[in-house]
């Protein structure tokens, strides 16, 4: 009995680091997506697991149907959906990009803040020696 309890305490050991390495964590995940895909509603922003952004505009049992832009929308399975996006990314609710002008002047301010610094006198080489022929090449000065 003693001698097959020192032989199996390595598979309980492996076992327990199983569960809590492994299973535990891909659980708690796996309730966490559930909760999202459940809690999708009209209006919310998502990005599919394939990248496009959109916003639910119908939400059904297993499907939902999204806005990419103006004038379309298209179907996907809620299993697609890879997450739900805090941010905004539609145009119309950012804020106006400033114009280039704009940007322009603030670079030419940053410049002229900064302290000119001298710049290093370049190094002088040394005269490249004349090149001198071989011996037993048959060139001859």
Do not use: C
């Not at 659980?27 to 394939?50: A, H, P, W």
């Not at 929308?73 to 959906?81: C, D, G, P, T």
């Not at 370049?122 to 001859?140: I, V």
């Amino acid at each position: 009995m003693e001698n097959l309890l020192q032989m199996a305490w390595p598979f309980i050991l492996m076992g327990v680091i199983f569960y809590v390495m492994i299973y535990r964590p891909q659980k708690r995940d796996q309730k966490k997506r559930s909760e999202m895909l459940d809690s999708l509603k009209i209006g919310t922003n998502i990005v599919t697991i394939g990248g496009i952004y959109g916003t639910i505009t119908k939400v059904q049992d297993d499907r939902i149907r999204i806005k990419v832009a103006k004038g379309v929308e298209i179907h996907i399975r809620k299993s697609a959906v890879g997450g739900v996006v805090t941010t905004a990314f539609d145009h119309g609710s950012t804020k106006p990009a400033e114009k280039k002008e704009d940007k322009k002047e603030a670079v030419k301010e940053a410049v002229k803040a900064e302290p000119e610094q001298p710049a290093e006198a370049p190094k002088a080489e040394a005269p490249a020696e004349e090149a001198k022929p071989e011996e037993g090449t048959g060139e001859e000065k």
